[in-house]
């Protein structure tokens, strides 16, 4: 069997997500034109010897540690598929190449929000769909996928609880913030945003009116649209997340570093301190380990924060004459539900005083 077919074989066996065969195609077929050249165009599959895939790999010698381990267990894969189920090997010509080591997901410089950049968040939006965006990944924590895609059928204002379609299909009944559902039966019930049951809760702005395609006079003048579409690009919620960051001066911050600062948050709590098996539940993880990985980077943190009363003053005098060091730390204003709600009411007058304008033009 030639390598281009095995290939073809393994990114079509099994359900994997366009993302993930993309993946695959990405990395083998460059194997497959490195294994011509090596063997030649009529070489076969089992010609494959461990030397041919470790010179391959050798190419991402110098690539950062995430990327030389992805590239070496696609390999590793893709040769353990044609051992077990092409039965093409006894032993798989990739066995013996260690995947390289990766830093723990604690150790990674992952962007995450602190308290005082959510609040800086909230207050930076100036509009409606800006808003909910950043309350449904803050008091959600959702992935920005879940959060495109719920709709106002899926909120039960009811029993308090909306229904998020999560990765790999999985569907999953979340309760939500007392808070956060009040904010969202107001939005509803008032009607600034389309919100029949189809609609998306983070609504569509009107086309043209996102990157500036229409008169100066009226750029202030947002409007939106209902879309009923079956599937929705997660765009929306990315566009709007760096929107609102950019203004507020937090140009790093996205989706991701929300749904980080929603799990901090929660397990920070104090009528729930630590409590894992909860957040575990709320993020829709399928392993404890995954969800540790929040609690881990917390701990250290907390356990860093011991530095805080460190002094040398009592060894060390301030000398004569010196100017200031320039970054005494800044006073935040207090933060909290009140600030919030106040925004979303000014929001929703902003919008109601727009459509008037609208009515009378």
Not at 23 to 51: N, S, W
Not at 63 to 87: G, M, N, Q, S, W
Not at 94 to 101: F, G
Not at 105 to 123: G, I, K
Request: charged share 30%; aromatic share 8%; hydrophobic share 40%.
């Amino acid at each position: 069997m030639r390598p281009a077919r095995a290939v073809d074989l393994f990114i079509g066996n099994g359900d994997l997500k366009p993302a993930t065969r993309k993946k695959y195609r990405d990395v083998l077929d460059p194997f497959v034109d490195f294994l011509d050249d090596e063997l030649g165009a009529d070489a076969t599959i089992d010609q494959v010897e461990r030397e041919h895939c470790q010179l391959y790999l050798n190419r991402w010698a110098n690539a950062a540690p995430a990327t030389k381990y992805l590239h070496t267990d696609i390999v590793k894969l893709f040769f353990e598929f044609c051992r077990l189920d092409l039965e093409l090997f006894d032993r798989s010509p990739a066995e013996k190449i260690r995947l390289p080591k990766r830093l723990n997901p604690e150790d990674l410089d992952v962007v995450h929000v602190e308290e005082d950049d959510v609040a800086r968040l909230f207050a930076a939006c100036q509009e409606l769909d800006e808003f909910l965006t950043i309350a449904i990944l803050a008091y959600t924590g959702v992935r920005r996928t879940a959060a495109a895609n719920l709709r106002w059928r899926d909120v039960d204002f009811g029993k308090g609880t909306a229904k998020f379609r999560e990765k790999r299909g999985k569907v999953i009944v979340k309760p939500l913030a007392d808070e956060f559902a009040e904010m969202l039966y107001q939005v509803a019930l008032e009607g600034h945003v389309p919100n029949a049951p189809d609609d998306y809760v983070i609504p569509n702005r009107a086309p043209g009116l996102v990157g500036g395609g229409m008169p100066e006079a009226d750029r202030h003048v947002v409007r939106f649209y209902a879309n009923k579409r079956a599937k929705r690009n997660n765009k929306v919620v990315y566009n709007n997340v760096k929107r609102v960051a950019a203004r507020a001066g937090i140009p790093d911050a996205h989706p991701h570093a929300l749904r980080a600062a929603f799990a901090v948050r929660y397990l920070e709590d104090p009528a729930h301190p630590g409590d894992l098996d909860g957040l575990q539940f709320l993020l829709g993880h399928s392993r404890t380990d995954t969800t540790r990985v929040y609690l881990r980077r917390q701990n250290k943190f907390k356990a860093m924060e011991r530095v805080r009363p460190l002094s040398w003053g009592s060894v060390l005098q301030p000398l004569k004459g010196m100017p200031p060091a320039g970054f005494e730390p800044a006073l935040h204003a207090e933060t909290g539900a009140d600030p919030i709600r106040l925004k979303l009411d000014e929001l929703r007058a902003e919008q109601s005083r727009r459509k008037a304008r609208d009515r009378r033009r």
